[in-house]
Every structure is written in C-alpha cells, then in structure tokens.
C-alpha cells in the first residue's frame, strides 16, 4: 500500500516562498502520474501541478512561473517550490498519485487519484 507523507507547510508573507515535500512509501515500480493538489476553504479541491515518471510537467495556469513540481526518484520523494505566494494560494496542500491509466497525467479531476497524503497547511497572509 502507498503511502504519503507531506510536509514543509507554514505561513510566510505575500511574496514569501515555501517548499512542500512528500516522501512516498510502499511504492511499486512502474509508470505513475503523481501531483500537488490544493483545497481552501469553502473551496473545491482543485489541481496545481504534476508530474509523472518521465519528469513531464503540467500546472494550474494561476501558478505556471511561481511553483515548480519536481521528483527525486532516490528519494521517493515529490516535491513543490513555490515562490511568490499570493493570499489566494492559502490552502491544505495534498501530495497524490495515481497509476497512469489511460489519461494524461494533469492536474485536473482529483477523483482519478486514488494516493494521498493527509495535507499541509500554508497560509499566505497579505
């Protein structure tokens, strides 16, 4: 069983700069689809990034030249560089994965995800 594990999360300033990390274990090998999803309050989970075996990555239009998704396959490890955080981007983040299937590997429908960890909070006060 996979199993997720997020951290990094916190609060910084409008402007500031947090990295979220996720260490993935009971991980098989093989081809998977693996990403970064973000719920604020009152608010649908919605994607923000991912990334999948290749090193292929898509994103949220709202984040494309601010956060970064990127993977050390040694590691098991997933990670998202934010910088230049915006109040808007307040919310539990969720590291998630996800067999490939048969559909591309991007941060759209959170229900095709069937890995994920219990969430990290950032706040980005303005």
């Known amino acids: 069983q996979v199993q997720l594990v997020e951290s990094g999360g916190g609060s910084v300033e409008t402007g500031g700069s947090l990295r979220l990390s996720c260490a993935a274990s009971g991980t098989t090998p093989g081809p998977y689809c693996a990403g970064w999803f973000r719920q604020a309050p009152g608010k649908e989970r919605e994607g923000v990034a991912t990334?999948?075996?290749?090193?292929?990555?898509?994103?949220?239009?709202?984040v494309k030249?601010?956060?970064t998704i990127s993977q050390d396959h040694a590691k098991n490890t997933l990670y998202l560089e934010m910088n230049s955080l915006k109040p808007e981007d307040t919310a539990v983040y969720y590291?998630?994965?996800?067999?490939?299937?048969?559909?591309?590997?991007?941060?759209?429908?959170?229900?095709?995800?069937?890995?994920w960890g219990v969430g990290t909070q950032v706040t980005v006060s303005s």
């Open 95 to 115: 590291c998630a994965a996800r067999p490939p299937w048969s559909v591309l590997c991007v941060p759209s429908n959170p229900d095709e995800y069937i890995y």
């Open 51 to 62: 990334i999948d075996m290749d090193g292929t990555t898509k994103y949220l239009d709202s």
């Open 65 to 67: 030249g601010r956060f």
